[in-house]
């Protein structure tokens, strides 16, 4: 049965970033409770959270609750000229949060850059362009591929159908000036303004363009280079929002608001997709004279995607999440320093519930892979980092398997 599975995959499924006729190696997920998978008959804790979602882990007895009451009552609607209770208390929730007053429900991280970067340019008519930082990423659909870093991301494959838009340097490390970034990003704002409808980043930290933390101040400066040129800020904080970076959202760490705030990921807990473009009245306001905003998946504020999301918000709010993010990092951080000593390892840091090693080369995905699943770890590594963001619910000895399994990884690959 089981070799089937994998065969029958192998030939027919594409999975993300891989060939299809040479696949990399794909293993099989029986079970998944807690902070731990089931793959390929053995049990290993899932220190990836399911790409950053799982920040209760799997078959929480509330979420699994939460979703079971509203497949009861009904699982989908079309939100053209409907609405029902989830969705709107959803919407009361986020709102009520993030201070920003209008909700767009979409159906993945991707989706709804896309759609903040058609409101934005909505409500700047005539600027088309979006300035923005290297070493971001944004997601894999084009405007949203366009604002990626250009070298890590997919520009050489689709040069000349991307949108061409502007790159400041990637911000300053955390304890580095910050000076000569700000100049050249203000130099480069003033050069292309009338052009650009809005500046695109995700805040504090970058995620998969090189899992990257970075001062709190820069936001400050976006958003003084936002209002100083008029261009809608739009903070990505699909990757970083519900407590990951050891706030609320990324934002909450220089008190910058955005114009238009992406989330999605750790938003349904993991359960599910859904993302949610939220902005301020204003934006609303500058779109409405040229017409309405142009967007309406099928799938839009699925109402199993916006229940499991409220409950998993209440629980985490009803949590002390500060402290759990607090006690992670403050275990992550040591386990993971002996890994700076070693050979081939450029760096080791962390921030929040995120700890990466940065190594002087391209990780051998296979053999780390393999090496931390032997010390009982589901990890990913990409690139040159080995890294876990681990649920929010794994006890210290977990992290410091994590941070075993990390090393063990960082030493043969
Ligand atoms: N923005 C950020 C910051 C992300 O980390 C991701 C996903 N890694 C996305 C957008 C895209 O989200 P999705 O994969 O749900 O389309």
Known sequence: MMPDLLDWDRAHLWHPYTSLTTPAPTRLVTAASGARLEI?????????????ATIHGYRHPV??????????????V???????EPAVRLGQQLVELTGLPHVFFADSGSVSVEVAMKMAMQARPGRRRFL????????DTFDAMSVCDPEGGMHTLWSGVLPDQVFGPRPPA?????EEWVSAMRALAAEHASGIAGLIVEPLLQGAGGMHPYPAECLTVFREIADEHDLVLVFDEIATGFGRTGHLFAMDAAEVKPDILCLGKALTGGYMSLAAVLCTSEVADRIEPGGVLMHGPTFMANPLACAVASASIDLLL???WQATITRINERLTPGLAAAAARPGVLGVRTIGAVGVIQLDHAVDVAVATDAALAAGVWLRPFRDLIYTM???ICTDDEIDTICAAMLAAAEVA
């Open 63 to 76: 979420l699994d609750d939460a979703v079971r009451r509203q497949l009861a009552d009904f699982s989908h």
């Open 390 to 392: 681990p649920p929010y």
């Open 40 to 52: 390929d008959g053995r049990e290993a804790i899932d220190a990836m959270s399911s790409w950053w």
């Open 78 to 84: 079309m939100f053209g000229g409907l609405t029902h």
């Open 318 to 320: 009803s949590n002390d």
């Open 132 to 139: 923005t930082v290297r070493g971001g990423y944004h997601g």
């Open 174 to 178: 955390v304890g580095e000036p910050i």
